[in-house]
């Protein structure tokens, strides 16, 4: 029996099943792994970004500055505070937040900035923080794809509120799951209040050694709790976290090579002085190919592609409700025609990538998806 399953039933035969010992150990070991003071799980990272911005008391008539290209829970989550984004075009090479375009945005009514750590690269967070220093703004990092990463020798999620994910797709999953990471005490300790209900003691405080004690409702809060079923999942998955970076880097570099004489193709710029987390591996086709039927095309060959992300305002609801248009973000709507994710993960062969890039030389080579 491999570790991961005797893990999980050793948690089904034990007293906890939901907010636990589990929970707790992952969170240290969390913590240790980025070197903060305190990591939360919870059930999803979009969780994770809601009770950070309810924390900093982002709400009604706020606004908070995010890219247009991102999964919508980064914009859904400043919604559901009734506050406003406030959308900013991206830099069409590394695909993060063009960082030059966000001093412009800035009004009195800004309050967060939401960086968005685009396949696992990290923004140019010295502009960033500089930006938030110079008007008082809050960071939260959007680290969902950014667990192993690093920006000039530090760690995402030492700095700055980071909110990471452990989808079943991520660089480690606990199926469903997410963590927040902060230096803060108090935030640290509103944060673990808010995502249980707003009571004052989880079952963890409640059921101790001295005894039952009472818990009180201080806030209204939510059920946002991870449980140490998926915790057992994501303790496993921690300890394996530097072999799977160290495959993703080897697949990355077979890419590279294999694809570096195709001139319709061209992948992602990557910045000086970082450590990428290699999410995913994204491809940018040049503009003579139709990008849907190259992607159909790969698809019908059992290759499984996809697209992060088509950007925001491409979206009708965020269209309609902001009044967004393509010559508002035109990196954006340039590439966000063009990309998408090849396959990427650990258990990835030589071999199938091998395949997958031979298909895509045939494909390119037909007239019909141009």
Known sequence: MNARKKSILETLDSNWITTGPKVKKFEELFSNYIGCKHSI??????????????????????????????????????????AKP?????????????????EKLITKKTKAIIPVHIAGQPCEMDTINYLANKYNLKIIEDAAHATEAYYKGKKIGFENISCFSFYATKNITTAEGGML???????????????????????????????????????????????????????????????FLKRRNEIKKLYDNLLSEVEEISVIKEIDNIVHARHLYIIKLSENIDRDKFMN?????NIGVSVHFLPLHFHSYYKKTFNLKNEDFP??????????????????KD?????ITDKIKEIINNSYIS
Not at 43 to 61: G, M, Q, Y
Not at 86 to 102: A, H, Q, R, S, Y
């Open 41 to 82: 799980a919870l059930n999803s990272c979009t969780a994770a970004l809601h009770l950070s911005l309810l924390v900093n008391n982002i709400s009604k008539d706020d606004e908070v500055i995010i890219p247009i290209m991102t999964f919508a829970a980064t914009a859904n989550v400043v919604i559901h505070c009734n």
């Open 86 to 102: 406030v959308f900013c075009d991206i830099n069409p090479e590394t695909l993060n937040i063009d960082v030059n375009k966000i």
């Open 181 to 243: 990471t902060t230096n803060n005490d108090l935030i640290a300790e509103k944060v673990r209040i808010l995502s249980l209900h707003g009571m004052s003691k989880d079952a963890w405080k409640r059921y101790s050694n001295e005894g039952y004690k009472h818990y009180d409702i201080i806030y209204p809060g939510f059920k946002y709790n991870m449980t140490d079923i998926q915790a057992s999942l994501g303790i496993c998955q921690l300890e394996k976290i530097n072999n």
């Open 297 to 301: 095309q790969l698809i019908n060959q």
């Open 331 to 348: 990196n954006a709507t340039n590439v966000g025609n063009r990309i998408l994710s090849l396959p990427f993960y650990p258990k990835l």
């Open 351 to 355: 071999d199938e990538v091998i395949y």
